[in-house]
């Protein structure tokens, strides 16, 4: 509309085809995704400051307007970071984390966050040649560990939630926790971390609806579908409503973890949709 500067342009990771789909964002959308993820993350995460690490590269955050997926995320929790730390040389190799960053920052620091999607954290940090120095030091640090996205690809290497959990833990010191959050490119301040009781909830300023995937009618709560994501967030491009590929069921509160609200829970992709990618806007 009239006055509205479009200033990044958010790429999401490639889908089969290879091809990353382009989510234009302007200032004042930026600006209330922001906030949007700072209030989520808080009551998870407290208001304690403490360095980012990130597995990802440095030269991501480079690219003149644009800025990938993981980045975007890995941004969200800068309200809670007192330095930033890229711990990869190569964004898609696992294999250049850089060790030496990692002791830096946990020598000078009783508790660190670390970001990374899914698979970047199994196969980086936890398959990958962790110093044993490192590993002795690690485990007197509290750390928390904040992952979303990249399912699929540990599912392909037979790995669940549980068993990526229980193995970060193993590597960090007493009081650590691990966050996971699922959320879409196209609602970057929209997070939905797992709560303790594994549900998902949401926040007032948006629903999620549960469609059927033929007849695209609503479901009632404990019901399978397809999920869609509804916000107030987008001043400068028709994010409203997302109807994604990801199947999910609402469900009934009130919530074990004693958060009131709506909440659901994420039950993985349709069969036969693409690993990654966008949906439908």
């Not at 993820?37 to 690219?63: E, M, T, V, W």
């Not at 599912?155 to 959050?181: C, H, I, M, Y």
């Not at 007032?204 to 579908?225: F, N």
């Amino acid at each position: 509309g009239p006055g509205i500067q479009h200033q990044r342009l958010l790429l999401s990771s490639a889908t089969t085809s290879g091809i990353s789909s382009q989510i234009v964002l302007d200032t004042e959308s930026s600006l209330l995704q922001a906030e949007s993820a700072k209030a989520i993350f808080q009551h998870y995460l407290g208001n304690a400051i403490r360095p980012l690490l990130i597995l990802d590269s440095a030269r991501s955050l480079q690219r003149r307007g644009e800025i990938s997926a993981r980045i975007a995320a890995a941004m969200s929790l800068k309200p809670f970071a007192s330095d930033l730390y890229f711990l990869l040389t190569d964004s898609d190799n696992p294999e250049s984390l850089q060790w030496d960053i990692v002791e830096k920052a946990c020598r000078q620091n009783d508790e660190v966050l670390i970001y990374g999607f899914t698979w970047m954290l199994w196969l980086a940090w936890l398959r990958g040649e962790m110093p044993l120095p490192m590993r002795d030091l690690m485990r007197h640090k509290r750390i928390v560990f904040v992952h979303s996205g990249g399912w699929k690809k540990l599912e392909n290497l037979e790995v669940n939630r549980k068993q990526l959990e229980e193995a970060l833990l193993e590597t960090a010191g007493p009081g650590s926790l691990v966050l996971d959050f699922y959320g879409l490119v196209e609602q970057t301040g929209l997070i939905y971390p797992l709560c303790a009781a594994e549900r998902r909830h949401v926040p007032v300023w948006a629903q999620v609806l549960v469609r059927d995937p033929h007849s695209l009618q609503a479901l009632p709560p404990a019901e399978t579908g397809m999920l869609q994501l509804l916000n107030s967030l987008a001043w400068g491009a028709p994010y409203h409503s997302v109807l994604t590929e990801d199947l999910g069921m609402l469900l009934d509160p009130p919530c074990p973890c004693g958060l009131s609200g709506p909440s659901f829970q994420l039950q993985g992709r349709i069969p036969k949709a693409e690993i990654r990618g966008c949906a439908n806007v």
